[in-house]
């Protein structure tokens, strides 16, 4: 039977999980939808933990909302609002015996990238994980920002001003959501399965719609407009893209090209501030599993 730390991913829409090996390695993984309940995720956790053919060494848990990352409690709970105020840290120590971390998914996202993807050697960067909606975490001279409230990199808050006034949908975790976008271009082709990015990706690469290449160049604006504003706020080096959707590299391209057109437009801009580097996460939609059991290594919690 093999050792391995299980790892979850709760998202909005899919809970992921994975086995990690004691090198820190994804061994696999695998997901279900995610239940709408909290008695319902719960069974779904239950049926992961008790069933599988393996050893394993320690849970962590990557999730939406604000988290102390002393006690696991998680608030708000971002698209699952049945997370908020419940300790997933001790339901699963009381529950089930195992050692557990909950780690919010933009910072679980950049411990994965930091620690063996593309930002090993980089000081100051940011991730933005494109899903449900739009999380992130922040690296500044090396170390993660967590916040005076756990609240740092919570892209989905961040808004967009126009001249009519402001509402949640001005909001990148409205304008910046993967999931959103992809439904959004699957109702313009009539597309049966409101979720089939494979298919709104081959229409935008063929580029012979001209609404969903519209609908596409905003979606990448809005990302890009974000990055500016975030680097320079922070001067960052590089900013990765995680998220189901960022293995799209087509997306990344457009992203980085609509930032470099949009910076360019203010002078000032393009004179005061280098161009920073924009790329998938090496580890793409799996860098929260990774990241979610990175305290395990971080506190050298590792059993053989």
């Known amino acids: 039977m093999k050792k391995a730390y299980l790892s979850f991913d709760i998202g909005g829409t899919f809970l992921k999980y994975g086995l990690i090996s004691g090198d820190g390695?994804?061994?696999?993984?695998?997901?279900?939808?995610?239940?709408?309940t909290w008695e319902g995720l719960v069974e779904s956790l239950r049926a992961v933990i008790e069933n599988g053919d393996y050893e394993i060494l320690g849970v962590g848990?990557?999730?939406?909302?604000?988290?102390?990352?002393?006690?696991?409690?998680?608030?708000?709970?971002?698209?699952?609002?049945?997370l908020d105020k419940v300790s997933i840290k001790q339901f699963i120590e009381?529950?089930?015996?195992?050692?557990?971390?909950?780690?919010?998914?933009?910072?679980?996202?950049?411990?994965?990238?930091?620690w063996q993807g593309n930002l090993i050697d980089i000081s100051?960067?940011?991730?933005?994980?494109?899903?449900?909606?739009?999380?992130?975490?922040?690296?500044?001279?090396?170390?993660?920002?967590?916040?005076a409230h756990f609240k740092a990199g919570e892209y989905s808050f961040v808004s967009d001003f126009n001249s009519e006034g402001l509402s949640e949908y001005d909001l990148i975790g409205m304008k910046g959501s993967a999931v959103m976008f992809i439904r959004k271009c699957?109702?313009?082709?009539?597309?049966?399965?409101?979720?089939?990015?494979?298919?709104?990706?081959?229409?935008?690469?063929?580029?012979?719609?001209?609404?969903?290449?519209?609908?596409?160049?905003a979606y990448c604006q809005s990302i890009a407009h974000l990055i500016m504003n975030t680097q320079a706020i922070l001067d960052l080096e590089k900013v990765v893209i995680g998220g189901g959707i960022s293995k799209q590299g087509y997306l990344i391209d457009n992203i980085d090209k609509q930032y470099k057109l949009m910076k360019r437009q203010i002078p000032l801009y393009q004179?005061?501030?280098?161009?920073?580097?924009?790329?998938?996460?090496?580890?793409?939609?799996?860098?929260?599993?990774?990241g979610a059991v990175y305290p395990f290594f971080k506190s050298k919690i590792l059993v053989a």
């Open 61 to 82: 848990i990557s999730c939406p909302g604000t988290v102390d990352v002393e006690t696991g409690i998680v608030y708000e709970g971002g698209m699952l609002p049945y």
């Open 124 to 147: 100051n960067a940011s991730v933005i994980v494109l899903g449900s909606g739009v999380a992130g975490a922040l690296l500044i001279n090396g170390n993660l920002v967590e916040g």
């Open 25 to 36: 390695y994804l061994l696999e993984e695998s997901k279900v939808m995610t239940s709408p």
């Open 271 to 290: 004179e005061k501030f280098k161009d920073l580097e924009i790329s998938a996460c090496k580890f793409g939609n799996s860098a929260n599993l990774i």
């Open 94 to 114: 009381e529950e089930f015996g195992y050692e557990c971390f909950v780690t919010n998914d933009g910072k679980a996202a950049i411990s994965a990238e930091k």
């Open 186 to 217: 699957a109702e313009v082709l009539a597309l049966d399965d409101l979720h089939d990015g494979e298919k709104v990706f081959e229409v935008i690469k063929s580029g012979d719609n001209a609404e969903i290449n519209k609908l596409f160049d």
